[in-house]
């Protein structure tokens, strides 16, 4: 009769290999310095390839378009495109929610402390982020834009949208109108035509480039609307395009995610621009809390 399966036996292993990295491995004593150089290039920045032209990984390594083509091949990749959906089908698989919680369940057992323990420093660890020289500078600039906007968009899908609505709300009190662009597939269209000049786009990116990010952000562009991005990740594809943005990276990428830190940053934007114009806030939040006496009159 066989056992049954420990709840906190080890998950199976990824069902996609890391080609790249195996293929890499075998290979990068064969490659030139120039096409090491890409390699190394394409193997720390495995997010942001995806969303990058052979030209303009030269550009970033240093080299031609021509030189990352053939050092794309010499790894056994018959090209770009091969190697794109190559990093796209395992960084799906290794960055799977299955998987994530998979390993933080296996790491933290059943300890009540240990878990305590990995959301505490999780939270530490984007304050820490939060505070940083860099981040201070970003936010610094990000704050003037949305306080002279006459709008501010939030963009975020699954758990973000959550947070892009909550983000929306905290502006409108603060007398900007917020907005959420937090719809998926074709209903985000309609969703976007709420976008207008004069506007500030809010970008709440932690993964890939996908569709409905780089749609929102080519609406911003035509638009004229600037945009601030809160990024989980340095080498996002999509940071080049932004005016103002900062990086809150997660504690371990293949452990849960939280997202606390995205809160973070947006109430600190929410306060900094409620800092510039205290007028505007205090009025605003004056109106709110005469509407909410009209709806709800105290009881005599």
Known sequence: MSQPRSLHAP????????????????RKDRLSPT????????????????GLSALEI????GTSDATVIRTIQALGFTGLRDLKDTLGAWLSEVESPVEKMSNTTLSLGQDTNATIDFVINSQKAALDALGSSLNREAIAKAVPLIAQATGV??????ANGIIAEYGARLFSRSGIPGKAFNLTGV????NLLQMAKGDVLIMLLHGRAHREATTTLA???????PVVMILGREDASLRAQADASFVLPRQK???????????FALEALHLGVSSLAPDRSVQTLDRLVTLRKDVRPYSR
């Open 11 to 26: 998950h199976p292993a990824p069902l996609v290999k890391d080609r790249f990295g195996e293929q890499l491995a075998k």
């Open 35 to 50: 096409s090491q150089a890409v390699a190394g290039f394409i193997d720390a920045n495995r997010h942001g390839v995806l």
């Open 58 to 61: 030269g550009l970033e390594a």
């Open 153 to 158: 968009g939030i963009f975020g899908i699954a």
């Open 187 to 190: 209903a985000l269209a309609e």
């Open 219 to 225: 609406e911003a562009k035509r638009l004229a609307v």
């Open 253 to 263: 990428s293949q452990n849960v995610a939280l997202h606390s830190q995205t809160l």
